[in-house]
């Protein structure tokens, strides 16, 4: 599991598999409200990158290159440790204390030297679960708006689609738009640079925008497939028949 990735770790996530000895899980078993920071990293910027452990847990410890901050729970949460340490503040002055030359390593008389201020024990609960809210409900958006670029991704596939035949020399360009009615098709595809042009441009004045952009409005994008092509085959139906 990477703490990288992962800011807040809980007993559902998916561990790596090892065996250790009695001492080494004395040592570095993981209880609730811990906070984890790497101390050991190949880049200084990486060096104390908390985690907050949130849950009970069995038999499972922290890697060699990560410290456990356990904090005395009658002065300070670990849940408002954890979001102290993510201010830059605390990540410039943990990045300023990293030795090393190809890889940087955080001590641990530099971790106890920090100087952390904060506010009574009610106040850090109160913190601590407005801001873990505020995060929990970005991360739904975030999936939300991950859900919907996908949804998005999958209807702008069927929307249009483009098929090259080789063997028939063909290229057929589908798409799921409105359709045109045979009347619309006479206006807009039949005539290039049709009448009905003026009308065109003024609306576009009308709604503030650029008349100097009417490329491709009046068939000159259609009529340009004859470049390529000997004949176009225009397939369509309209979506008010």
Known sequence: MDIYN?????PEMDFMKATAKDAAIKKFHLIDDDVIITKDSEKPDDIAIP????GTFKNVLCGYHLAI?????????????HLVLHLKSYQHYFFSLANGATRFGLGLESI???????????????ISE????MQREIELLEEEIDVLKKQKKGLMQQLLQVIIDKKAKQIRIIDNGIGMTEEEVEKYIAHLAFSGA????????ESG?????IIGKFGLGFYSSFMVADEVVVDT???NE
């Open 69 to 81: 901050l356990r904090t005395q729970k009658n002065v300070l949460l670990g849940s408002y440790l």
């Open 209 to 213: 925008t650029d008349t100097q952009d």
């Open 112 to 126: 106890k030297k920090a100087v952390i201020f904060f506010p009574s024990l009610q106040e850090q609960e109160k």
């Open 51 to 54: 985690a907050y452990i949130k």
């Open 6 to 10: 992962n800011d807040i770790v809980t």
């Open 130 to 133: 407005f801001l873990f809210s």
């Open 237 to 239: 139906l309209s979506l």
């Open 198 to 205: 003026e009308d065109f441009v003024k609306k576009m004045k």
